[in-house]
């Protein structure tokens, strides 16, 4: 027999005496079942739920305004960067949120000995009957079923004692569909499998080259080191470079091979031959050399070839991080670097996804056997990443715990480059959106990518990519940030697509990317060996964080601090011009002819390709 929530409430008030006699009000309400989702049962009480409240961080609905507090070159505290301690201390939640919780649970009849409460005491987890859990947040919980086949627990509201509701940010589960549909046809792939091959972002090639060319006049055909310099003006010596910093991530089993690192600087730049980057092993990183061939050591050697070669145009001064993330077993996500750089992400929002992310030791044979490794490094003044997810193919609560610790390495003064993908208005895979929200390849929906929609990190588009084309477009995820309103703004009024509002999110009021781009065609990458022509922004994310690393020197130089977060930069007026404005080619996917590059700030190339002298110019006027 089933009581209603109302009887088991007042019950368990009537049991516990005067203890609770708090008045309960209504914390979260869904209005409907999404779209694919149906009711199937009540969900048997005698469950077991691993019931998690997400306790409010201080001063999270403030993070944006610090962020362009140290930012924007208008504020007057540009260039101010926190320490990670600050950091730390800021966003804590206060000791009245954990006491206030916590007296709330044992006066409900939860011992401490039940509870778990994160490190950094921003999460508080007890594992209850579903009973409990009823009774606890006035609610009743219940199984809802996909017609792709997935099945999910949750409630159409909960309540909380009114003294215990401004403490709480989320209850999970509860109210939220945050379970990531399957793609139709085949299965979802965790996070931490980013670095198989085939998996999100990849470098594309058309084939192996017998002719290189060292000239200027050749690099219509193809590119090479000298060309990215003639092209954005990089001419340009490192003078700080035992203060500067710049990190490329890698996901295993992708690796680099030092003989074709060898290979390509034979040929481009001799001095830095036999030069290695300095490896940063995160949860068991190994540059493996077991699996080769352009699926396992294309990024890698693409990524390192060119951003080693373009910080140092003489000599090897510049050293180049290498963050290698993952063991080979499992592999590892964006998270797992995270943590690495930071060690209160480890825990905050109850820390890592075990569904989604490496979790250590994982007990595999080979496999990394220490617990995962949190705020082991400090993070460089730039990092480079060249993978990436489709949105849909993570729950709003994971993209965007994520990318809120994006904006604190921002406001730690460090710039997050990720490459925007390679399937136009498509996802990885060629895959559209339908309206239940699954993923096909014959679907007719945009489908946005991530960490590019995230307003905290800058997303680099490609210029000239053939085959395939640009990722960009606007998040289903994320509001617009403050900085991108006038540039947005002026494409929507001056060149909105003629799309129905069911084809991408056209509100006007989400986070739209890339940011900028650079030439993402034609590379010259020594793979295996021999010399590959590649594809894709995989190649134009790593020449823009170089290009923005010599920045840094320069202002290291004189005695500036480095530029961190720069989206408030290049989008204000100051900046106008600093960039090659591109307005013809598209972003094609989905069945249609994607969104047009045009004047001004699109939905291709974002505000064009950097001009280094003239940013260069700019950064150093800032203080």
């Not at 924007?72 to 804590?92: I, L, R």
């Not at 509100?507 to 590959?532: E, K, L």
């Amino acid at each position: 027999m089933r009581f209603s929530p109302l009887f088991l409430n007042l019950l368990a008030l009537l049991s516990l005496g005067g203890a609770v006699q708090a008045s309960y009000v209504l914390h979260e309400k869904r209005s409907q079942i999404p779209a694919g989702w149906s009711f199937v049962r009540r969900y048997e009480a005698s469950e077991v739920l691993p019931l998690r409240l997400g306790l409010r961080q201080s001063n999270m609905d403030r993070l944006e305004e610090m962020l362009m507090d140290v930012s924007h070159p208008e504020s007057p505290n540009y260039g101010n960067h926190w320490s990670p301690a600050q950091v730390a201390k800021t966003f804590a939640p206060s000791k009245e949120t954990v006491d206030t919780v916590r007296t709330w649970l044992v006066d409900a009849g939860f011992d401490e000995s039940r509870m778990k409460v994160s490190p950094t005491k921003t999460w508080i987890q007890v594992n209850m009957t579903v009973e409990e859990a009823e009774r606890l947040l006035q609610t009743e919980y219940n199984v809802y079923s996909h017609n792709g086949g997935d099945q999910h627990v949750a409630c159409d509201s909960y309540h909380l004692p009114e003294h215990v509701s401004p403490h709480v940010e989320i209850v999970t589960p509860s109210i939220h569909f945050d379970a990531v549909l399957r793609k139709r046809g085949g299965t979802s792939v965790p996070a931490k499998k980013i670095g198989l091959p085939g998996i999100g972002i990849t470098p594309k090639t058309t084939g192996t080259i017998s002719t290189l060319f060292g000239q200027l006049e050749n690099c219509d055909k193809l590119i090479t080191p000298v060309c990215l310099r003639a092209l954005y003006g990089l001419i340009y010596q490192p003078l700080a470079s035992s203060k500067n910093t710049f990190g490329i991530v890698e996901y295993t089993p992708q690796a680099y091979l030092q003989s074709d690192l060898d290979m390509f600087n034979k040929n481009f730049s001799t001095a830095l031959v036999g030069k290695s980057p300095k490896l940063v092993s995160i949860d068991g990183g190994v540059v493996q050399t077991v699996q080769t061939g352009f699926d396992f050591n294309g990024e890698s050697n693409l990524d390192l070839q060119y951003a080693m070669n373009l910080v140092n145009m003489v000599g090897s001064k510049q050293e180049v991080a290498l963050y290698q993330v993952g063991d080979i077993p499992q592999g590892a996500s964006f998270n797992n670097l995270l943590d690495a750089l930071d060690g209160t992400y480890c825990t905050f929002e109850g820390g890592d996804d075990p569904n989604q992310d490496g979790i250590y030791p994982d007990g595999f044979p080979n496999g990394y056997n220490n617990t995962n490794d949190c705020g082991i490094t400090k993070p460089a003044n730039v990092i480079s990443t060249s993978y990436g997810y489709n949105e849909a193919d993570l729950s709003p609560f994971y993209t965007a715990r994520q990318c809120a610790e994006y904006a604190k390495l921002g406001l730690m003064g460090v710039t997050v480059v990720y490459s925007s993908g390679d399937n136009g208005v498509a996802g990885n895979g060629g895959l559209c959106l339908n309206a239940d929200g699954s993923q096909t390849a014959d679907g007719v929906i945009f489908n946005p990518g991530f960490p590019s929609s995230c307003p905290y990190i800058t997303a680099i588009g490609a210029t000239q990519v053939n085959p395939g084309s640009n990722w960009g477009g606007f998040s289903n995820y994320f509001p617009i940030p403050a900085y991108q309103k006038k540039a947005v703004g002026n494409y929507l009024k001056n060149h909105k697509p003629a799309y129905a509002s069911s084809i991408y999110n056209s509100t006007g009021t989400s986070r739209a990317y890339p940011d900028i781009s650079a030439n993402g065609a034609n590379y010259v990458v020594a793979v295996d060996g021999r010399f590959s022509r590649v594809f894709g922004t995989s190649a134009s994310a790593p020449v823009v964080a170089s290009i923005l690393t010599m920045v840094n020197d320069a202002r290291v130089t004189i005695g500036k601090k480095p530029i961190g977060f720069i989206n408030p930069a290049i989008y204000s007026d100051p900046f106008t011009g600093a960039f090659n404005d591109i307005t013809q080619g598209g972003n094609q996917g989905c069945g249609t002819a994607g969104f047009t590059a045009v004047p001004g700030w699109d939905p291709v190339t974002g505000l064009g390709t950097p001009n280094f002298p003239k940013l260069l110019a700019r950064w150093l006027l800032l203080p």
